[in-house]
């Protein structure tokens, strides 16, 4: 049986999680050799990877290649099937890192889940069409207005703001109108938001959690306080709703970037000028031994399926979307990145970029469970969105007054625990305001909590959006090595105080869910253990030992200035490199509310544009 994570336990009683066999992987599309020439090489097939894929290959005299270390999983039932959250987990689809012993959290490690194969993330999880993975992320969910105009206005991404991206985030999806049996079951949607004809199938299953659970669930979040709203894609997610997901209700099947942007309309082979090189793994980028201002690459040393050394040549760029886990290891790996991180694994340095890797910003997970007197049949799919007042209620003007004078010192902790050279608490404290600002002034969600009516069991697993801790990820050694991966988990007491907050909110929902009769006795953590009224202090006890990553890691290769700590510019490029983009999550300058999927895909359809010089 595949490892499980809080979110998948969340699910236990709605499907299996054994994984099943998979089909065997379709041999790659193309042979390598070293006499491989491509206009561009992009170095991930996964959520962003795929979407440039196939955009940049539709002009027929544009070369392409996908470098892709997994393989074809279109006919994987772990991947596949719906409902089949967590069967892939923990299979050969999934990287399985484990993290460094955290520090902040009983000293142990954590199993990162990372989707490998084409649609990486995407294939291996459901994604909520909210708004990185998506091998392994079905959740469709959008980040916040206010959020997506910080890339511009405060982390100094011009032309990165939510009126540029959000046609974006319509040309991705088809959005399926739900049916008579969903519209019952409360799938409901705002038209104005949704896109009509985009690559990614955006809808919910057939086998909907029933109209009984959802006005059970509905009425129980609103007596704790919270609106029901149509939709949580419009830029304002505040409230409780059902969410959307990626699937194909026609084929029955979930809805991955690979079918989406690769196998529909036959892109993969129809394209003669698009070749996808499956279980080819990047070892490094090559540059040419021009002496300009900034390094250019000449292509990418790979290892093939059979475990030759090759290089695919490029003629204009690299693209790396290998995630926030592996896109900042391969430009170590290629001499660009701290100088010190470098020199300590032995590699020549090309480009001296100090926050190559640093960064790192993931969610705490964790779960809320009490018994049911009934058993519940159907995929849920409720989801609600917290903001500070309804966190902290008249509190939250007090608490972000105290947090602001915690930012020096967060700030200096932050900045100790990182490489030498990296920042600086000055820098440190100016970025956390901008989250803290979008918390507590513009009232942006900060916290989310999945509801789940599953089997004998009623679940809530919830993690705050926005944590403060800051972690890294660096090559170890070699390439072929799991990179080092220390997200920091729990070192602020900001990042507890939010997750009590939102452990407190999700007993209230049990509370009134108890009131009705929709809910039994709390579970875990159990009264016994967790007080009613226990202290943020008390509840940390539950966290560190309870809790899991929520492989949501964005911020490695942060796009913003370059004197802010940026790894990226507007468009892309790797500050010091003419010919090398990075795409994918590790751009995100911070986190984003929702999921990361929805966002990806706006963001990689925007920079094939901007590659395309449509922008």
Request: negative net charge.
């Amino acid at each position: 049986m595949p490892r499980l994570h809080s979110f998948t336990y969340l699910l236990l009683s709605l499907t299996s999680v054994t994984a099943q066999p998979s089909c065997p992987a379709l041999d790659a599309r193309a042979s390598l050799t070293n006499e491989s020439a491509f206009d561009y090489v992009i170095v991930g097939g996964g959520t962003s990877g795929l979407v440039l894929a196939n955009r940049l290959s539709a002009d027929p005299s544009v070369s392409v290649a996908v470098i892709e270390a997994g393989s074809s999983q279109r006919d994987n039932p772990n991947v596949t099937s719906l409902g089949s959250y967590g069967r892939a987990l923990g299979t050969e689809v999934d990287w399985t890192y484990t993290s460094a012993p955290q520090v902040f959290a009983n000293n142990k490690p954590q199993t990162y889940d990372a989707g490998k194969g084409l649609g990486q993330s995407t294939a291996c999880r459901l994604t909520l069409m909210t708004s990185a993975w998506s091998v392994c992320d079905d959740n469709r969910i959008r980040a916040a207005t206010a959020q997506i105009d910080t890339w511009e206005t405060r982390f100094g991404n011009q032309g990165w703001n939510w009126a540029n991206l959000f046609p974006y985030y319509l040309k991705s999806e088809t959005f399926q109108i739900p049916d008579a049996n969903q519209t019952q079951a409360g799938c409901n949607f705002t038209a104005s938001v949704h896109g009509e004809s985009g690559p990614v199938e955006v809808g919910w299953f057939n086998d909907i959690a029933p109209r009984s659970t959802y006005l059970e669930v509905r009425a129980a979040w609103e007596d704790a306080g919270f609106t029901w709203i149509p939709d949580p894609n419009t830029g304002n997610a505040s409230g409780a709703s059902n969410w959307p997901l990626t699937v194909s209700r026609a084929q029955n099947i979930r809805w991955d970037a690979a079918n989406a942007y690769l196998y529909s309309g036959d892109v993969m082979s129809q394209r003669s000028n698009l070749q996808v090189f499956e279980n080819t793994t990047a070892q490094r980028i090559l540059w040419t031994d021009e002496q300009d201002d900034k390094a250019q690459a000449s292509g990418v040393e790979v290892i093939d399926q059979a475990g030759d050394i090759q290089v695919v040549s490029v003629n204009k760029e690299v693209i790396l979307s290998a995630g926030s886990l592996k896109s900042p290891v391969l430009l170590e790996a290629s001499g660009v990145g701290n100088r010190d991180v470098l020199n300590a694994n032995g590699i020549p340095v090309k480009v001296d970029l100090p926050s190559v890797g640093f960064n790192l910003q993931d969610q705490p997970n964790v779960p809320l469970v009490a018994s049911a007197p009934q058993n519940f049949t159907g995929y849920p799919t409720y989801v609600t969105h917290a903001t500070a007042n309804d966190l902290f209620g008249n509190q939250a003007p007090q608490i972000y007054s105290h947090l602001l004078a915690q930012l020096p010192s967060y700030a200096q902790t932050i900045t100790s625990r990182a490489a030498a050279n990296v920042t600086t608490p000055e820098i440190q404290q100016q970025l956390l305001k901008i989250q803290l600002d979008l918390m507590f002034v513009d009232f942006i969600p900060m916290a989310e909590l999945l509801t789940a009516p599953s089997g004998s069991n009623l679940v809530i697993a919830f993690w705050t959006l926005l944590p403060l801790s800051r972690g890294s990820v660096h090559i170890n050694k070699s390439i072929s090595n799991d990179p080092i991966i220390d997200p920091h988990f729990f070192m602020l007491d900001s990042d507890h105080l939010f997750q009590a907050a939102t452990a407190r909110l999700g007993r209230s929902f049990f509370s009134a869910a108890q009131t009705s009769g929709f809910a039994g006795s709390e579970i875990s953590p159990g009264l016994a253990n967790v007080s009613s009224d226990a202290t943020d202090e008390q509840w940390k006890d539950y966290f560190i030992n309870h809790y899991g990553p929520n492989s949501h890691p964005v911020g490695t290769a942060a796009m913003m200035r370059q004197d802010l700590g940026g790894v990226v510019d507007a468009s892309l490029t790797v500050y010091g490199v003419s010919n090398v983009r990075v795409v994918d999550a590790s751009i995100l300058p911070a986190q984003v509310d929702g999921h990361l999927t929805s966002t990806l895909y706006a963001v990689a359809e925007r920079a094939a544009d901007i590659i395309l010089g449509r922008i």
